[in-house]
């Protein structure tokens, strides 16, 4: 390679960095669950039917974005890069996508091993990003908010003395940080995150109407009042207000 075309390459690194958005972060992306993105409609926060909540806009994290399972619910603006003397096939564009599963430490390529910051999207969403012959990009991403059509969901699952409430199709941040639950009959109680966005209490609350308060990241709290009324049964899923 010439010394000027070495020269070119690297004001053209430099200028991208220079125009690159201030806030945007550099990470990897790669794809899993079919070009139907059926492969992803289940994951480790504890959704039921992904593709009802976002479509195939939904990824995996890594474990340092994860971050235990606080993360899930939240959206991403992912935006490929053509790096110099790495991958050339990015396509022009951003895509948001929600944070619906783990991307495990040991999967194939090691992508996901701590401390990386990897996203394994759903691959229709890849596609806008790359060919999926590209395999792997890199790519820049920044938090975003969620937005949602209609209330936040409760569903209502568990026993008498085990209850457990997913709560999903939050806007806003869209990552749920505290959720507490009153009963007709009772006081505010602080649930506590069981796994993903489980949230459950030991507190009997059969036979009472339900109101939800729900607190996202950015600190900001929303409360759905009565949205249950007190003949609701475990397997329901009831909607509040939203962000």
């Known amino acids: ?25 550099p990470a ?28 195939p806009m939904n990824t995996a994290l890594s474990g340092a974005l994860y971050n235990g399972g606080e993360a899930c619910g939240a959206c991403f603006k992912i935006q490929c890069v053509s790096i110099p ?41 890849f596609q806008h990003l790359a060919p999926p012959v590209a395999g792997v990009v890199n790519v820049e ?17 568990g026993h008498p003395y085990f209850m457990q409430v997913l709560v999903y199709n939050v806007g806003g941040m869209g990552d749920v940080t505290a959720v507490s639950v009153k009963g007709s009959s009772s006081d505010w109680i ?20 339900l109101s939800f308060s729900v607190t996202t990241s950015d600190g900001r ?3 759905s009042n009565g949205v249950a009324d007190s003949d609701w049964q475990y397997g329901q899923t009831f909607e509040g207000n939203q962000f």
């Open 1 to 25: 390679m010439t010394t000027c075309t070495t020269y070119l390459w690297i004001m053209l690194l430099l200028m991208h960095m220079l125009i690159s958005e201030a806030n945007a972060i």
């Open 85 to 125: 003397f790495g991958n050339l096939q990015c396509l022009p564009g951003s895509i948001v996508v929600t944070a619906t599963n783990l991307c495990p430490q040991g999967s194939t390529g090691g992508w996901c091993d701590e401390p990386r910051s990897h996203f394994d999207l759903a691959e229709p969403a």
């Open 221 to 223: 709290t929303v409360a």
């Open 28 to 55: 990897t992306a790669t794809f899993y669950g079919g070009n139907d993105a059926s492969g992803t409609n289940t994951g480790s926060c504890g959704y039921p039917n992904v593709l009802t909540i976002d479509g």
């Open 190 to 209: 602080q649930m506590d995150r069981n796994w993903g966005q489980l949230w459950t209490t030991g507190t009997v609350l059969d036979g009472q109407a």
């Open 141 to 157: 991403y920044e938090r975003v908010s969620c937005l949602r059509s209609g209330g936040i969901r409760f569903l209502i699952q």
